[in-house]
């Protein structure tokens, strides 16, 4: 076994510098040295169910799933990847590549479930995954993806999972030029989502509780803000939007967001993935749908790193070293950070 460092959870709020093992290089694995870790709301999920974890895994918790590195070491049948080279890596790390899923690049989507890159099950050996809030990550070259040069690897970090989950959704839906899109939500997600649909020719819009974010939103490539609770801008813009990106993490009415849907569009539930409930007749009326989406297949991951890199994309960031990964986390929780907090792992060497 390998031998690393890195921030293991010793609660709910906290985390502890640790020793943690990493296998030795199968055939196709390459070794990275994480440098730049982002900061997901789904590692503070993982940190609240921190006892339901333990009891199901018997394993340490080590958070972390969209980072950048250098490739440090690689199996004897790596094809990709030589020492050296930039490198990124995001929430999934295997999968079982024999579904229909995974033949149609929806890796994401795996029958069996994709294996993910903390709290997952290694397919080979049964072992629990853990996650890159440390300073190196072993990994199947497949699941692994060329930095393109144009991108930040700090900035480049958080495209791996906040990234790809806004991406896939307006590939998906057709979003170009001429397409009417807003984006609910301005945080972590809806930033990237604004900065993408943007650079797809989309006339874009942000939705947002007051009209204190406008100046931000102009920034990004914005062409206007909704405050959802004006109820005057809310019935102005009913029917004008082709798709409407819901990047709102708390639990919420999706009614008046499904009204601003044009005939046709779609309403894609990204932030809040729990229970939801809809009245049939506000997908009725505009023969409106409701859909959701979550992290990509490595197709669209490659594609979503070059689109980025050619259109200058990168996530805005505050980085901190990560012996700040508790600051981080707890400003996080009161979403004081604009846009995603990134880790510099090197105060692990």
Known sequence: MRTTTGWQAAGPTELRRASLERRDLRPDDIAVQVDYCGVCHTDLHALHALHAYDRHTKAPLVPGHEFTGVVTGTGPEVT????????????????????????????????SFPTLTYGGTDRQDGSTTLGGYSREYVVCEAFAYPLPS?????????????????????????VGPGSRVAVAGLGGLGHLAVKMAVALGATTTVISRTQDKRDDARKLGAHDLIASTDTQQMATARDTFD??????????????????????????????????????????????KLSSAGSGGRPATAEMLQFCADNSIAADIEVLPSSQVDTALDRLRRNDVRYRFVLDMSDLD
């Not at 030589?82 to 033949?103: H, R, T």
């Not at 991108?151 to 990234?163: E, N, R, S, V, Y």
């Not at 819901?246 to 046709?264: E, G, R």
């Open 80 to 111: 990709t990847f030589s020492v050296g080279d930039p490198v990124a890596v995001g929430n999934i790390v295997d999968s079982c590549g024999v579904c229909a899923m995974c033949e149609a690049g929806q890796e994401n989507f795996c029958h």
């Open 150 to 174: 144009g991108l930040a690897p700090a900035a480049a970090a958080p495209l791996m999972c906040a990234g790809v989950t806004v991406w896939e959704p307006l590939r998906s839906l057709g």
């Open 243 to 288: 798709v409407v990106i819901d990047t709102i993490s708390a639990p919420h009415d999706l009614a008046p967001y499904l009204k601003l849907v044009a005939m046709d569009g779609t309403l894609s539930l990204l932030g809040y993935l729990g229970p939801v409930t809809v009245e049939a007749t506000d997908l009725l009326i505009g023969r409106k």
